[in-house]
């Protein structure tokens, strides 16, 4: 058990460490400019902490993990997240089953970051990290506990909940 709590760990970090531009790019609105500003700064410090810790990335290598072709190992993570998320649905207690799926969102995120790393690199490396909605738009999209992601933006498909889901993730490990 504490092996996988250290494998799980170690994959958030990467991830957050991989996608730690596009995190730094994000937009954090929040409806206070004093608050969005301190969000940026604590994703900053969190981002320049983690690629700092270079131990995960000599330790943590996803393209050894990921050799095989990364569609059909897609389409497996996504059905067991999915059992997961059906599972957590049965989960009487509305704290627990909120924790178990923003959790498993978080590693799911991790994963897809791992996963289409490339794209993200892309991304951030031309400055598109996602904006916030415009006037009249809600933050608030469908939830959806598979890997897939609904976001209209065509450069990268993370969703703001996929975001907040990691970094949440993250702060519990």
Do not use: W
Not at 50 to 69: H, I, K, M, R
Not at 96 to 103: A, D, E, I, S, T
């Amino acid at each position: 058990r504490l092996q996988n709590m250290y494998f799980t760990y170690l994959l958030l970090l990467r991830a957050v460490s991989k996608a730690g531009e596009y995190l730094k790019q994000y937009d954090y609105h929040t409806g206070e400019d004093r608050v969005d500003q301190m969000t940026r700064e604590d994703v900053r410090l969190l981002v320049d902490a983690v690629q700092d810790f270079e131990l995960c990335s000599s330790t943590f290598n996803e393209t050894s993990l990921f050799l095989a072709d990364k569609e059909p190992l897609k389409e497996v993570i996504k059905e067991k997240f999915r059992n997961i998320s059906v599972v957590l649905d049965c989960v009487q207690c509305e704290r627990c089953k909120l924790h178990g799926k923003l959790q498993i969102l978080g590693i799911g995120t991790a994963l897809k970051i791992l996963l289409e790393s490339e794209k993200l690199e892309h991304v951030a490396a031309r400055g598109e990290g996602e904006k916030g909605p415009t006037e009249g738009q809600s933050h608030q999209q469908p939830v959806d506990p598979s890997l897939c992601s609904t976001s209209s933006h065509p450069s990268h498909n993370f969703q703001r909940k996929e975001v907040i889901a990691l970094i949440n993730t993250v702060a519990k490990f």
